[in-house]
Each structure stands twice: as C-alpha cells, then as structure tokens.
C-alpha cells in the first residue's frame, strides 16, 4: 500500500514537472512579449539590468508610439477586410462543394475530395513566383486584392475537407425526409444542411480567418507599400527602421496581434484536430 | 409512394450528376487555375529565362538546373532544408509524446496549460519569430544575460544566437521544433483520448509497467495517428520559409538558407523568375512521397 501510495506521488511530481518544463519553455516567448512591451527603453537597454525584472517603472509609451507613430491600425484593418472577404469567398466555394462532394458524388467524390484535400500540401512556396507574375498580369501588385484571390488557394481545400467530414456525419434520413416533404435536393441543402451544420460552418469561419491572419509569403511577395501591409508582415518589417528595432512596440504589436487569434483557435481546437485526423482515429 | 422510394433512393445514392457537378465545380475550377496553372507555369519559368522586367521569354531546357546544382548555396540550401525538417521532428516526436502523455489525465488547470502549449503554434509564426529574434539579440539576449548571471559564459563574451553559422542553424532548427511541438501533441492527445481505457488498464493488470505499456501497447495503437501528426510536421517545415527569412534571412552568408528562402531571394528579391522557379521545384520529390503516405493512410481509413 505505502508502495502504491508513493508510486502514484512519484507518478504526479514526474507529470507536473513535465508540464511546468514544457508550459515555460513554449509560452515563453509571449511572457517576454508582455514584459518588453512594458519596459521603459532604458531599462530595456541597459545589460546591467535583471532583464527579468522592471528595473524602471512600467510604462505604456511604446503602446502610444504603436498606436499613434505606427501604421499598425491600418494594418488591424487590412487584415480584417482580407480576412473577410476570404472568409465569404470561401463558404461560397467550399460549402456547396463540400456538399455534393460527401453526398451526391458517391465514391467518386470520395477521391475527388482526396484530390482536393492534396492540393491542400502545394505550399505558397512552391506557388509564390508564377503567382507573383499572375498578379503582375492582372495588375494587383501592391493591392490586398492580390491577397484576396491568392489566399482561398490554401482555405478552400482545407475548408471542404473539414466540412465533407461535417456533412457525412449527418444522417442521410434527414434529408430524405424533408425531401418526402416536398423538398428538392438543393432545397434541402439550403433549408436544412445549412442551418443544421452552423457549428461545423463556423468553424470554417474561424479557420479560414486565423489562416489569413497567419499567412506571411503571399503577402510578403505581392504586397510592397506601408499601408497595405498585413500584420504578419507589417510589424516584422516595417516596425524596423533601417537597423533600428524599436523592441518594445514590437513586442506589443506581436501580442495584441497573436492573442485574439489564439483564443479564437482554441475554442474551435476539436474541431480543426478531427479535420487533420479524419481516418486515422477510429 | 414507390415512385418517391425509387427517387430518393436513387437520389441518396449519388445519382444527381447535373446538381452535384454544379455545386462542386467552382470550387474545383478556382483550384484547377489558381493552384494547378501556376504549377505548370512554375515547371515552364524553371525551363526558360524568365526574369522580372523582362518580356521576352526563351526556351533553356535544362540550363537553370545546371547552374543550380553547381552553385554552392543551393547545396547549402538543400541541406539545410534536410536538416531543419528532419532535425525539428525528431524533437517534436520526442517532446510532443511525452506532452501528450503529461496532458492526458485530467487535472485542475489544464484548459490554460493547454492554451499556453498552443501559443507557438496559432500565434502568426512571423510574430512568434520575431519574439525569438529578439531572445536572440546579438546585445540584450536574456539567454545570454542568464547564462552570464549563472557564470556560465564571462560578460561582453555570449556567442552571437544569430550571427554564427552553427548557432544560427541550431537556433532556427530550435524555433521550428517550438512551432511544431504543439501542433504534434494535441493530434497524439486525440489519438491517446480515442484508444479504449480497459486495453492499457488490462496491461497494467497483467503486470506491464509504465514504458512496456507505452512503448508495446499504446504507441504502437497510435501509429496511425503519430504518422499523420510527422507528415503534417515534415510538411510544414519543409515548406516553411517564414521562420528563416524573420531570424536570419538566410545569413550569415548563406549558411542558413533553405530551397523556399533561396528560391525567395533569386526568384522575387533577384528577379530571376527562372532560378527561382526551379529551386522550388526542388520540393516537389519529397512532397510528393509525403502525399503518398498520406493517401495510404486515407485508404486504409476508407477501407475499414
């Protein structure tokens, strides 16, 4: 008994040391985020200083510069209006075909949503050059435009694929029913589908967003002047003047950027896991 | 009623060819031209001379290939690229394993401990990037700082994270492993979560330890699933040029390029359409294999 007992302490003391370890060691960038953007520069700059501590009272100037002295509002703004109207165009595109993909195409469909699931790994750096002269042609270089037809390249495929997932996991009696009722197939995926599969289209939503807020090649590729950054690459780029990093505003922009997207991501996290584990999880 | 039976019946099996060709092909005509033609056309730029600014296009067979394969920063490239995707995943199979078994019972907290885990990974990498770039400061790094602190390294003597070759390649072979660490373990804790309670309790039973249970019972049952979370990690590295460009931009001299950094720095920075078309291309084989096991997995699934 007074075997077990220690074993199962033992066993407890091992898996909080583990978690304590690896909480620190992965979050650890966004703690020094917080305390950056609080430091006074001279305590920033000073090696002398317990860089872990405030040797200077805290101070909210590099949030002012940020947000007086900075573009990074306007870059918020791009990022929500890109995001946006991605986001629209991806249901318009993958929501239908998600649709006929799980249910009307048979095995068929079956290989055809692979097909697209695939085209799901070409990475935007493999697409980015023959990409950069399509936007070229259609004279979209340094407009969020660009953004806007390149990004569904990467939200479409993903977005049938989680969805084909959704619908199939919707019994078919339900259809068939409301069909017997007068319904037309197509009547039943507006009137019915859509509104059953609210959860699993938010989630799409979600994901679609966080992928546009994440992406850096495309909009590092098409998109040149300061005002029509993104913030994935407005903050890294243009908060750096010349070779000055103004570290405390950048610390700041990183944070406020990443935590709306972080908290968004982990209410939907089940979700995006059963996307990635379709088949392999029984 | 019959004649409805035989209509839904026929419905529900997949027999609207004109409605289901009609709700999938904008979908499927969008990626046919925005991903499968610039493919074509980023094989075409690798066989040509295609540069920006210039409008005149020529037929070079296998020339950039040549030159590419000559040219020392490539080979670096290619290397680097290897080791960057091997050597993180390694890291994150290991580190993302004993995570996922850390996090598997449950316990007072676990929500914030698992949404401090995910941080690296749904945070925008170009910002989690630069959180490390500023960790590694050449001056004001807090690693150096403690490592001075703890008399480790003499002050004005930290080595520079960033600037010297070896460094620089560990450093960046580091912050792909942290952004990929989190994405691995919250697949294996789904895999952990879908395995029945009673198969590793009876193992337990029957006198299996802690490492026999997980090493014979429970990850071999996960196997599916840990290949699905390393071709994922393999993939997104690989293919990663974000991390290189924010820590390094390839520097010092070169020493930290990857295919998709170099095909970045020649083919848009340089102009040289055609160098960096081809480079590119360079990823194709191994994505091709990944996709291959990829399939696998999906058929087996399709099968059972």
Known sequence: MALKFSSLLLDRVVRATVLTVFTVLLAFPFYWMIITSFKQNVDLYTMENNPFLFNAKPTLDHLKFLFTETRFVRWLGNTAFVGVVVVAITLFLAVPAAYALARLAGRWGERLGIAIFLTYLVPPTLLFIPLSRVVAFLGLQDSLWALILVYPTFTVPFSIWLLMGFFKSIPRELEDAAMVDGLTRFGAFLKLMIPISTSGILTVVIFTFTLVTQEFVYALTFISSESNQMIGTGIPIFLVRGDVYYWGALMAACLIASLPVAFLYNLFLDRFIAGFTVGAVK | ?304
């Open chain 2, 1 to 304: 009623m019959a004649i409805d039976a035989a209509r839904l019946k026929s419905g529900g099996t997949g027999q609207s060819p004109f409605l289901s060709t009609a709700m999938f092909a904008p979908a499927v005509l969008y990626i046919l031209l925005l991903v499968g033609g610039p493919f074509l056309l980023a094989i075409f730029y690798a066989f040509s001379d295609a540069r920006i600014g210039n409008a005149e296009l020529h037929f070079v067979g296998l020339e950039n290939f040549r030159s590419i394969l000559e040219s020392p920063s490539f080979r670096v490239a290619i290397r680097n690229s290897l080791v960057f995707t091997i050597g993180s995943q390694i890291v994150v199979v290991v580190s993302a394993n004993i995570l996922a078994i850390a996090l598997e019972t449950a316990f007072r907290g676990r929500g914030i401990v698992r949404f401090l885990i995910l941080l690296p990974w749904v945070a925008p990498i170009s910002l989690g990037a630069i959180g490390w770039k500023w960790i590694l400061d050449s001056i004001y790094s807090v690693i150096s700082w403690t490592l001075v602190a703890l008399h480790f390294i003499k002050p004005f003597s930290a080595p520079m994270w960033l600037g010297e070759p070896h460094l620089a390649i560990a450093s960046v072979l580091l912050v792909h492993s942290w952004r990929i660490i989190p994405f691995s373990t919250v697949i294996l804790l789904a895999g952990r979560t879908a395995i029945p309670k009673d198969i590793p309790e009876a193992a337990a039973v029957d006198g299996a330890g802690f490492w026999r249970t997980q090493f014979q019972i429970v990850i071999p049952m996960m196997r599916p699933i840990l290949s699905v979370a390393v071709l994922f990690g393999l993939i997104f590295t690989f293919t990663d040029m974000t991390v290189v460009y924010i820590l390094t931009a390839g520097g010092p001299f070169d020493s930290t390029q990857t295919l998709p950094s170099l095909a970045f720095a020649l083919g848009i920075q340089g102009s040289d359409l055609a160098a960096g078309a081809a480079i590119s291309l360079f990823l194709v084989p191994l994505l091709v294999i990944l996709a291959y096991f990829m399939l696998r997995i999906a058929r087996r699934a399709e099968v059972s």
